[in-house]
T-cell receptor, first 109, second 116 residues
């Protein structure tokens, strides 16, 4: 299964835009790029998913370049409540999710 | 819907005892997953079911672990006998495939298991 690589941790301040980049050099044609968010003591929660170009929803944007070998999750104007672990996954119609270690985002006041 | 329900939320037991974790998936979801999360290994998929049938149990660590899904609204994960290294948070998740949201999984709150 294709693997993803993302930074272990990031710090940001309230009100700033946060961009978390994920590398997936061996992405397959039928892979979607999916991001989950996990708060302490909770299960992961779906944030956004895309295949190519740009996807935007009420909480985030996902930017995917033409070669699809990387992707960037963008969180606009973060608040303290966005402190969480963010996982980048490749999903392709199978259910064997590989979550990896994720990126631990800490938002500071 | 109340979401995925897991019980108990916390379990403390002694080594050698049998542990049973329970899960109620979201009504109508036909996929159910069991995960384990530890600091060392992160979030690992143990087993998943489709329409109550186990599809892939390659993540189940040993024969001490077993999972069942007797009907569409209930699943159990059993550890017998339990060992201290089984201490972890166990998550159950369910999914209903639909267009545009490839395999989105909905996770329960987890069961924190401590084996002394």
């Amino acid at each position: 299964l294709a693997k993803t690589t993302q930074p272990i941790s990031m710090d940001s301040y309230e009100g700033q835009e946060v961009n978390i980049t994920c590398s997936h050099n061996n992405i397959a044609t039928n892979d979607y790029i999916t991001w989950y968010q996990q708060f302490p003591s909770q299960g992961p929660r779906f944030i956004i998913q895309g295949y190519k170009t740009k996807v935007t929803n009420e909480v985030a944007s996902l930017f995917i370049p033409a070669d699809r070998k990387s992707s960037t999750l963008s969180l606009p104007r973060v608040s303290l409540s966005d402190t969480a672990v963010y996982y980048c996954l490749l999903t392709s119609g199978t259910y064997k999710y590989i979550f990896g270690t994720g990126t631990r985002l800490k938002v500071l006041a | 819907d109340a979401g995925v329900i897991q019980s108990p939320r916390h379990e403390v037991t002694e080594m050698g005892q049998e542990v049973t974790l329970r899960c109620k998936p979201i009504s109508g979801h036909d996929y159910l997953f069991w995960y384990r999360q530890t600091m060392m290994r992160g979030l690992e998929l143990l087993i998943y079911f489709n329409n109550n049938v186990p599809i892939d149990d390659s993540g189940m660590p040993e024969d001490r672990f077993s999972a069942k899904m007797p009907n569409a609204s209930f699943s159990t994960l059993k550890i017998q006998p339990s060992e201290p290294r089984d201490s972890a948070v166990y998550f159950c998740a369910s999914s209903l495939p639909r267009m545009g949201r490839d395999n989105e999984q909905f996770f329960g709150p987890g069961t924190r298991l401590t084996v002394l």
